[in-house]
């Protein structure tokens, strides 16, 4: 049987950028997951616990209130926040996490900005009796402290990061130079479409539970496919994730959405394909991709009102359906992200997450000009408990 998975590249994008220390753990890792593809008692308890412990499926929501407001395409949303612990994460963390287990290791480390990816990993570790270790960077410690009491009665050790800019990009170095001297019993549980390979085919395969459900779902209740399918893409694991169930489907339009923060003018974003000036190809945390550099070629900072949007580099297989133009790319500001937010919160009963809120600002804008037979279906990636005090002191400044 093979062990490896096909292609380790995306066109020119993803590959193996990393140590040689690390290259048996990523051959050991890429052959546990193919091993565990065609393991039928693997997919059988993976979907066990996506049922039984996420909750999945996952409700596809009709929002005829906003599609009657906004006048266009009727606005259908797949409520990834009704996920366990809030959000799409917890299906790429479990998934993995059972990989762990299967490869015989006994230890996780882990990155995470907000928290959210934390809090999937401490969750999973929790369920599968695994040591959890978060590596988190002092600023993000410091404004994310419900996410950070969350993981530590999960049973996880939240180690801050004092290096850089104390935020996500310096968590991922730290979580890595963990692996590389712990690689013999301690496994990277990456949260997005990121890293190396297998990382961005394996987190996709984990993610694409979503695509699957929605398109069964879409046809089940409209009896077509939907003319768009909307994402907000941080590293891009929730939109490859349901992009991935439409994606031989020629009709079906892709639509990624990457933080605009301040507009992209301001250079203050987090828009990769955003900005032609300032993203660049280069290699970043062991894969090449578009990446947002400064006139140096540093890693350029970053800004989001939502911390799972904020961040440097974009996964490498979304830079490929963007130059082969099967998907599209565009961004949504904070203040577009927020006007969304608070328009689901009134008119649906639904509070999403500010990440999922620049995809609802990308339906709000499309909608009006679409017909009103026409669907459109959003990922809703997560729930916007998180998000409270965000919005409040963002509500305080207008
Ligand atoms: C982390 C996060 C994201 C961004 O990550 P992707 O890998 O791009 O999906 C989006 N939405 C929510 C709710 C998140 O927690």
Redesign the pocket.
């Known amino acids: 049987m093979a062990t490896t998975l096909h292609p380790a590249k995306f066109g020119p994008y993803g590959g193996q950028f990393v140590p040689e220390t690390l290259m048996p753990a990523l051959a050991e890792l890429e052959a546990a997951f193919v091993a565990a593809q065609n393991d039928l008692d693997f997919q059988q308890e993976f979907n066990k616990l996506l049922a039984t412990f996420v909750g999945r499926p996952t409700p596809l929501t009709h929002v005829r209130r906003l599609s009657e407001q906004l006048g266009g395409a009727q606005v259908y949303l797949k409520r990834e926040d009704l996920a366990h612990t809030g959000?799409?994460?917890i299906n790429n963390a479990l998934g993995q996490a059972l990989l762990v287990k299967r490869m015989g290791k006994q230890r996780i480390v882990a990155e995470t900005g907000?928290g959210?990816?934390g809090v999937a990993s401490a969750t999973a570790a929790a369920l599968l009796g695994l040591d959890c270790v978060v590596y988190m960077g002092e600023v993000d410690i410091a404004r994310q402290e419900p996410n950070v009491f969350r993981m530590k009665l999960l049973g996880a050790e939240v180690r801050p990061v004092s290096s850089g800019t104390r935020t996500l990009k310096d968590a991922i170095n730290e979580a890595i130079r963990d692996w590389v001297t712990n690689v013999a019993d301690t496994h990277y549980l990456l949260?997005?479409?990121l890293g190396p390979h297998p990382y961005p085919t394996m987190v996709r395969e984990f993610q694409s539970v979503i695509g699957r459900e929605a398109r069964e779902q879409i046809l089940l209740e409209t009896g077509r496919l939907p003319d768009t399918v909307i994402a907000?893409?941080?590293?891009?694991?929730?939109?490859i994730g349901v992009f991935s169930g439409f994606v031989n489907d020629d009709s079906v339009e892709l639509i990624g959405v990457e933080a605009g923060g301040s507009g992209i003018a301001s250079g203050k974003h987090a828009a990769r394909f955003g900005d032609p000036a300032r993203a660049r190809v280069g290699v970043i945390h062991g894969t090449r991709t578009y990446v947002l550099q400064d006139e140096d070629g540093q890693i350029a900072e970053t800004h989001s009102v939502s911390a799972?949007?904020d961040y440097a580099a974009i996964g490498p297989e979304h830079a490929l359906l963007r130059d082969t133009e099967r998907a599209f790319y565009t961004s949504a500001t904070d203040g577009e992200a927020l006007a969304a937010f608070g328009l689901l919160c009134r008119i649906e009963g639904i509070i999403p997450?500010l990440?999922?809120s620049h995809a609802v600002a990308e339906a709000v804008r499309r909608a009006p000009t679409m017909g009103k037979d026409q669907v459109i279906l959003v990922n809703l990636?997560?729930r916007g408990d998180k998000d409270l005090n965000t919005v409040i002191s963002e509500m305080g400044r207008q």
């Open positions: 959000a799409h994460k907000a959210q990816h949260g997005s479409a907000c893409v941080g590293g891009g694991s929730n939109a799972g949007l997450a990440e999922s990636s997560g």
